[in-house]
């Protein structure tokens, strides 16, 4: 079984930058898709972007486009999300998520299309 803790979230001024990490154990995540989702407080979790087994292909939710960038590296069994620019809206608690199950796509968006999740990284950000 995977399991996924976060880590690298925290209190940033509007404008800074900060790269959030996923660290899986128990299994390699070499051959799933992974995913970041946010939840902002008293807002439903939402997709931010996703990555293939590869890390060859991502996608994104076009409020992050241009500012975020998901990568792995299947060797560290770690995955990343470099966020630059960010701004009071990106305001939430990111969680990492992975889709244990085949996946020949990369562009899974939806919460049910990822089965593992981890506990979750805050990030604030004051304008």
């Known amino acids: 079984q995977v399991q996924l803790v976060e880590s690298g979230g925290g209190s940033v001024q509007a404008g800074d930058s900060l790269r959030l990490s996923c660290a899986a154990s128990?299994?390699?995540?070499?051959?799933?898709?992974m995913g970041w989702f946010r939840q902002a407080p008293g807002k439903e979790r939402e997709f931010v972007a996703s990555?293939?087994?590869?890390?060859?292909?991502?996608y994104y939710t076009s409020s992050v486009k241009g500012r975020f960038t998901f990568s792995r590296d299947n060797a560290k069994n770690t995955v990343y999300l470099q966020m630059n620019v960010l701004k009071p809206e990106d305001t939430a608690v990111y969680y990492c998520?992975?889709?244990?199950?085949?996946?020949?796509?990369?562009?899974?968006?939806?919460?049910?299309?990822?089965?593992?999740w981890g506990q979750g990284t805050q990030v604030t950000v004051s304008s």
């Open positions: 128990g299994r390699t995540i070499a051959n799933y898709a």
């Open positions: 990555i293939s087994r590869s890390g060859g292909s991502t």
């Open positions: 998520a992975c889709r244990t199950y085949y996946s020949s796509n990369y562009d899974y968006t939806d919460n049910n299309e990822y089965d593992v």
